[in-house]
């Protein structure tokens, strides 16, 4: 049950915005995430809108650089969340050549009551 919110700046198409969608999804299929269950936010911002620190921690990062926040439910090891890192990057350099240090990856993690898919109710609760 992720619900992934992938940001970037402005000037993509919508084929390489749809490429970095399927990119996540198929890293999280990968670590059991449910097929179909594909929920999805990709915005482009304005310079400035998109704020990111171009070399924190010695890496270097340019104009291409992507943000991906994943929220999903509680329960995946660290070598399941590394597992997943490493396949969202290496699913991004395949689909649209992005270089691995433009990519920022952020998991949040809930338990399952805290979700509802549709008409006001904890389907998992």
Excluded: C
């Excluded at 749809?18 to 911002?45: C, M, N, W």
């Amino acid at each position: 049950m992720p619900f992934v919110r992938i940001d970037l700046l402005r000037g993509k198409d919508a084929a390489y915005r749809s490429k970095l969608g399927e990119a996540v999804y198929d890293a999280l299929t990968s670590i059991g995430a449910p097929k179909d269950d594909r929920f999805q936010v990709i915005a482009e911002h304005e310079p400035g809108g998109l704020v990111f620190d171009r070399t924190y921690l010695g890496i270097d990062r340019s104009d291409n650089f992507v943000a991906v926040q994943i929220t999903m439910r509680e329960g995946r090891t660290v070598e399941q969340k590394k597992a997943l890192f490493a396949a969202i990057v290496k699913n991004m350099v395949a689909s649209v050549g992005i270089h691995p240090q433009d990519v920022f990856i952020n998991l949040v993690e809930n338990a399952k009551e805290n979700w509802s898919f549709g008409n006001g109710e904890a389907q998992y609760a």
